[in-house]
């Protein structure tokens, strides 16, 4: 239940770096990292392992214990949630658009290996975002990401608005391989504000 409500969290840190990119054009990059190496972890030991290990997702575990417990300031969060787990349904059905996506994600993974860290990291992005457009976004229902015109027209922000988006998609579907669903949600929410205390508590 820990590596679920975990997953369930990633999907928060996805999220949350969104809203916080189209609003102020800025974003956690720690954290980032994590949700873009999630994306090249393809056979690991626990839920943990995706995202680097449980203190590398102290945004999304704080995210999701303020959205459980009413905070409205984490709205835009929600909705983009709430958007990447009816969408994971679509991708889950899909097993040529999963095909694509893996082997496009392998090669990915292996580019940029001579750069910095941090340019290697940029030129991901660039290549996810493209990965995205092609493919998740077109989707339904599309999300649509609010924020100040002036970080949605900048190239790099849009490139990490959709590799975080679809960082959250891969979150959404080990949340459904765990056991997820919309009873977990609705009945379940006691057990995962207690795990998401744990896991701030270390």
Same mark, same amino acid.
């Given at each position: 239940?820990?590596?679920?409500?975990?997953?369930?969290? !990633?999907?928060?840190?996805?999220? /949350?770096?969104?809203?916080?990119?189209?609003?102020? $054009?800025?974003?956690? !990059? =720690?954290?980032?990292?994590?949700?873009?190496?999630? %994306?090249?972890?393809?056979?690991?030991?626990?839920?943990?392992?995706?995202?680097?290990?449980?203190?590398?997702?102290? @945004?999304?575990?704080?995210?999701?214990?303020?959205?459980?417990? $009413?905070?409205?300031?984490?709205?835009?969060? %929600?909705?983009?949630?709430?958007?990447?787990? *009816?969408?994971?349904?679509?991708?889950?059905?899909?097993?040529?658009? *999963?095909?694509?996506?893996?082997?496009?994600?392998?090669?990915?993974?292996? /580019? $940029?290996?001579?750069?910095?860290? =941090?340019?290697?990291?940029?030129?991901?992005? *660039?290549?996810?975002?493209?990965? =995205?457009?092609?493919?998740?976004?077109?989707?339904? +229902?599309?999300?649509?990401?609010?924020?100040? +015109? *002036?970080?949605?027209?900048?190239?790099?922000?849009?490139?990490?608005?959709?590799?975080?988006?679809?960082? $959250? %998609?891969?979150?959404?579907?080990?949340?459904?391989? @765990?056991? !997820?669903?919309?009873?977990? %949600?609705?009945? !379940?929410?006691?057990?995962?504000?207690?795990?998401?205390?744990?896991?701030?508590?270390?």
């Amino acid at each position: 239940m820990k590596d679920r409500n975990l997953a369930l969290a !990633g999907v928060f840190q996805a999220t /949350e770096l969104v809203r916080q990119a189209a609003s102020h $054009g800025t974003w956690s !990059g =720690y954290a980032a990292t994590s949700c873009l190496n999630s %994306l090249f972890v393809l056979e690991p030991d626990s839920a943990a392992a995706i995202y680097g290990g449980t203190e590398r997702m102290r @945004l999304g575990v704080e995210t999701m214990l303020a959205v459980l417990q $009413g905070e409205n300031r984490y709205a835009d969060s %929600l909705r983009y949630t709430v958007g990447l787990l *009816q969408i994971e349904k679509k991708f889950r059905r899909s097993a040529g658009l *999963q095909d694509v996506i893996g082997s496009r994600l392998l090669e990915i993974s292996r /580019e $940029g290996a001579e750069l910095e860290p =941090y340019e290697r990291e940029d030129l991901q992005a *660039q290549e996810i975002s493209a990965l =995205y457009a092609e493919t998740i976004s077109h989707l339904s +229902p599309r999300i649509v990401v609010n924020g100040k +015109p *002036q970080y949605l027209k900048n190239q790099r922000t849009v490139d990490w608005v959709r590799t975080l988006l679809l960082a $959250g %998609l891969r979150s959404a579907t080990l949340w459904h391989q @765990l056991g !997820g669903g919309r009873f977990e %949600l609705m009945f !379940g929410r006691k057990n995962i504000v207690r795990d998401a205390q744990s896991f701030l508590m270390g």
